[in-house]
């Protein structure tokens, strides 16, 4: 096994548009896929990876402003073989959310302690998904997850319950015909309200918008309506999407002609979606991102074209 070690050395990376951003971490993994990152209190960070042997980890550090934001990479463990993409990964119940697809086609879920580092629920999906799953913590405890699968159109939308032990309960299990992204998507919940990010064929990128609501008397949970948004720009990797504390949507692209990794800002309380900001900077290549919030900045995880791990801050 080969550590993961940080080799770190923060520098100022400016983009051709309006902003710039802070490479604080910089790893010496090998690989061509996407990794997933997620932060919680205290500035603890996760990175979840797909080594050049296709094992996958879950992998912990801290976020040490003292040292001027720089990502320090502390144990990591193995968690499967054989992963043909990304994972993904966000915060549950004080736990550690990791959503992943092997290559039998099954879909993972599973919750860690975060300090130390040990499962505590795994559940498996026998879907044939294909393609990389998206997971995101939903409301009152339960999970929401994504997926495509190449034999099948169309998207998949799962709200999971987490149940005792190694069990779950699916409360809703819709696929979207009307939709077909190219490959992965990427899932974001706040107040009722699921975005999907994704890109069709032609590498246009959508933004799906699901409204949910509760029935009052027997608590059962529907999907009330959705809409989608062809955006107006286009990328070459699966888009990834996140929101802030500040109520907005985050989400990031990769710009192949100009090689540029784009953040931009939304607004999507209402019907009309409002671009609030727009952010860059220069890649180096890119065969992969994810994003994720902290603190009143978000933060990239993204392969560059040497295939090397990065993390940067949006200033």
Same mark, same amino acid.
């Given at each position: ?12 990376v ?14 010496d ?50 968690i499967?073989?054989e ?5 993904d990964?966000g915060?549950?119940n004080?736990?550690?959310?990791m959503?992943?697809n ?20 795994k ?11 998206s ?14 699968s ?8 799962i ?12 409360l ?9 992204? @190219?490959?992965g +998507?990427?899932?974001? $919940?706040? #107040? ?8 069709? !064929?032609?590498? %246009? *990128? ?12 027997? @608590?059962?949970? +529907?999907?009330?309506? $959705?809409? #989608? ?8 990797? !699966?888009?990834? %999407? *996140? ?12 710009? @192949? ?26 890649a ?32």
């Amino acid at each position: 096994m080969r550590r993961l070690i940080a080799l770190l050395t923060v520098v100022v990376v400016l983009g051709v548009g309006l902003s710039s951003a802070e490479i604080i971490y910089t790893s010496d993994i090998k690989t061509d896929k996407t990794p997933a990152i997620t932060m919680c209190c205290e500035g603890k960070v996760f990175l979840s990876y797909t080594d050049d042997s296709d094992t996958i980890y879950l992998a912990r550090g801290i976020l040490r402003t003292t040292e001027g934001q720089v990502v320090k990479i502390g144990n990591k463990v193995a968690i499967g073989n054989e992963t043909p993409d990304h994972p993904d990964l966000g915060f549950f119940n004080g736990q550690i959310l990791m959503g992943w697809n092997e290559d039998d086609g099954n879909v993972y879920l599973a919750l860690f302690k975060p300090e130390e580092m040990t499962r505590t629920a795994k559940f498996e999906y026998r879907p044939n998904a294909n393609n990389p799953i998206s997971v995101t913590p939903f409301y009152e405890g339960l999970i929401l997850n994504t997926w495509t699968s190449k034999d099948k159109p169309g998207l998949t939308l799962i709200v999971t319950k987490p149940k005792v032990g190694d069990d779950f309960e699916n409360l809703i299990d819709n696929r979207y015909n009307e939709f077909e992204p @190219k490959e992965g +998507s990427s899932v974001a $919940y706040m #107040d009722d309200v699921a975005i999907v990010a994704w890109r069709d !064929d032609k590498n %246009v *990128v959508h933004i799906t918008r699901w409204r949910f609501q509760q029935n009052e008397i027997t @608590k059962a949970l +529907s999907v009330i309506g $959705y809409k #989608d948004n062809e955006m107006d720009f286009k990328t070459e990797v !699966d888009p990834a %999407v *996140v929101f802030g504390d500040d109520g907005k949507l985050y989400i990031t692209w990769y710009n @192949k002609g100009m090689d540029l990794i784009e953040c931009a800002s939304y607004d999507v309380s209402s019907q009309v979606i409002n671009k609030l900001d727009h952010k860059n900077f220069e890649a180096g290549g890119c065969k992969g991102l994810d994003i994720t919030y902290f603190e009143g900045n978000p933060y990239i995880a993204y392969t560059d074209g040497e295939g090397i791990i990065k993390v940067a801050k949006i200033m």
